[in-house]
């Protein structure tokens, strides 16, 4: 087949989807990269010349921005709690799972994948009502025991962890189930050599389990991160930000700027969001690469 | 089995249920919840199960808000986009699988790039966008820019990676021209990926969010998930049996879509974890 020919029969299956790609994901993120540097606002859809650059002062404002700042810092806070909750919760649920559970493992898969696939909206009103601190279920449940349960989401010191436990409670299964394919996939002859050199459960795992599991591991560090960074519906739902901005996300002050028109405000907002993300996604490669 | 053994895989279970009770526990109390009376749901201390069941829920979530319609739309445009991403992604991914062409490379690379982007980085352009095309508060806005994803390429395209080479050359040799090739070889070998590809998209278009609550402006347009986000922080906020009674429409197709399908679920989750 020649060149040309090549050419034009590899288009004709590609093109489709290229074309729909360039213009709804391809161009919209430059185009926001752009629109960054510049003052556009929503007035001036219409009267695009009225658009000028304004260089880097929209990051430069965001600095300024004591609400940028505070979303910032409970974002920060969400990742940093829910990234390792999440992942410990899953490893531990799917080291269980591997051990010892045959007969029922899919009933334990299903169950606890379930809250994976339902909606997060659905989900958090479900939990905004668990959570009602007189009526809810969760401070009945522990009154039955004896202890005061918090007002969980109208207070500004318990509303921000409640919704990293509310998270790792939801996207558990996803990382779960990973884990489990990846314990699955370590030859059981790996266990049995290291039982002749006299190596505890303990040291299984360390030694083996871990190292072997690392790719895996890498990979739920990163899509895990890359999600909670962009947490968003949970505090729409449940807080709408407060109370007083505890739980005020990055996305969420984004989704603020844009729904006030400030369109060139919003794409700087936007796009520390997305190098936070490879930043991020950096830094766990870097620790989680196989360099031993 | 040692003795021990058998005492370690009991106290096993038994964590393992407790977990499994806190993960399935809402959602059951969700479900039964949405049957009891508005009375019974502020009732402290709350019950478990429905004292005097009803049905009148459904019947004034019914008859209050437009439900059937933000149904109609969420199945539209969940449908709409399913098809479109398993047969733009299936065919790009072939070309980039099995069809070395002038500006494939190029086209991966973009298609990975992008993997990582927030969606929230294209939500201003994409808005100015629709709004250029006239498009606001249409169907195309809310499948338009789903129909063509990152993910579902390279799905696709490594999946059919691992279709033999000689499979394809011996269909050229008899003739067979590649789109031939595609429909007739590729797309039956590639049943599981597509499977994969299918459930996960609608999914995500099910109980996709931001977008649409952007792209949606009047009721008329809402899908199920916005609509029961913008009743639970409106006017409606307090109508708990309202609101139940909304998510257990939203939450039970998708169950019962999951449950019937969990195998092909948890199997190309699992491989795309591993990939």
């Keep these: 087949m020649s060149q040309v020919r090549r050419a034009v029969t590899g288009w004709g299956f590609a093109l489709p989807f290229a074309a729909l790609f360039a213009v709804f994901m391809a161009v919209p993120v430059l185009a926001s990269l752009v629109m960054s540097f510049t003052d556009i606002r929503s007035t001036d859809l219409r009267d695009p010349l009225a658009v000028d650059f304004v260089g880097l002062d929209n990051y430069l404002r965001l600095f300024d921005d004591e609400l940028f700042v505070r979303a910032a810092t409970n974002t920060a806070v969400f990742v940093v709690l829910g990234v390792p909750l999440t992942m410990a919760g899953a490893l531990l649920v799917a080291l269980g799972l591997n051990a010892g559970v045959t007969r029922f493992r899919t009933v334990f898969r299903v169950g606890y994948y379930l809250p994976v696939v339902t909606s997060i909206v659905a989900i958090a009103v479900v939990w905004r009502f668990l959570l009602q601190p007189d009526t809810g279920l969760v401070n009945t449940m522990l009154g039955l025991v004896g202890i005061d349960g918090a007002k969980w989401l109208d207070d500004t010191r318990t509303a921000l962890p409640t919704l990293v436990v509310m998270a790792a409670w939801r996207n558990l299964g996803f990382s779960m189930v990973i884990f489990l394919a990846g314990l699955q996939a370590i030859p059981q002859d790996l266990y049995e050599a290291a039982r002749i050199d006299g190596a505890g459960r303990w040291a299984q795992f360390r030694y083996v389990t871990l190292p072997v599991l690392r790719p895996t591991l890498l990979f739920v560090a990163v899509v895990t991160t890359i999600g909670y960074v962009q947490f968003f519906e949970e505090p729409f739902v449940m807080t709408q930000g407060g109370p007083l901005d505890s739980t005020l996300s990055m996305a969420y002050h984004t989704y603020n700027q844009f729904g006030f028109g400030s369109y060139g405000y919003a794409s700087a907002m936007s796009y520390v969001l997305f190098l936070v993300v490879v930043a991020l996604s950096i830094a766990w490669f870097r620790l989680l690469r196989a360099n031993t | ?275």
């Excluded at chain 2, 040692?2 to 279970?13: E, G, I």
């Design chain 2, 1 to 275: 089995m040692t003795a021990r053994d058998r005492v370690a895989t009991a106290v096993l279970h038994v964590l393992l249920t407790a977990g499994l009770v806190v993960m399935v526990g809402p959602f059951i109390w969700m479900l039964a919840s949405s049957f009891k009376t508005d009375a019974e749901i502020r009732r402290s201390p709350p019950t478990w199960w429905p004292e005097d069941p009803t049905l009148d829920n459904y019947s004034n979530l019914l008859g209050r808000l437009d439900f059937p319609a933000y149904f109609t739309n969420s199945v539209v445009v969940a449908v709409l986009t399913t098809v479109g991403n398993l047969m733009f992604c299936a065919a790009a991914g072939y070309a980039l699988a099995k069809l070395r062409f002038a500006g494939s490379r190029l086209l991966f690379g973009v298609v990975l790039g992008t993997i990582m982007v927030p969606s929230i980085v294209t939500l201003v352009p994409l808005f100015v966008l629709v709004s250029n095309l006239g498009l606001v508060n249409s169907y195309a806005a809310l499948v338009l820019p789903f129909l063509a994803q990152a993910f579902g390429v390279f799905l696709m395209r490594q999946f059919m990676l691992s279709i033999p080479e000689d499979l394809l050359e011996a269909a050229r040799i008899d003739g067979a021209g590649e789109w031939r090739i595609f429909f007739r070889i590729v797309l039956p070998l590639c049943r599981p990926a597509l499977a994969t590809l299918g459930i996960l998209t609608f999914l995500a278009s099910w109980n996709n969010f931001l977008w649409p609550l952007v792209a949606a402006t009047t009721e008329d347009r809402y899908t199920l998930p916005v609509a029961l986000a913008l009743y639970s922080v409106g006017q409606n906020r307090a109508r708990y049996d309202l609101l139940l009674a909304g998510s257990v429409l939203v939450v039970v197709p998708v169950l019962i879509v999951f449950v019937l399908l969990q195998r092909h679920f948890v199997r190309g989750i699992a491989t795309t974890g591993l990939k």
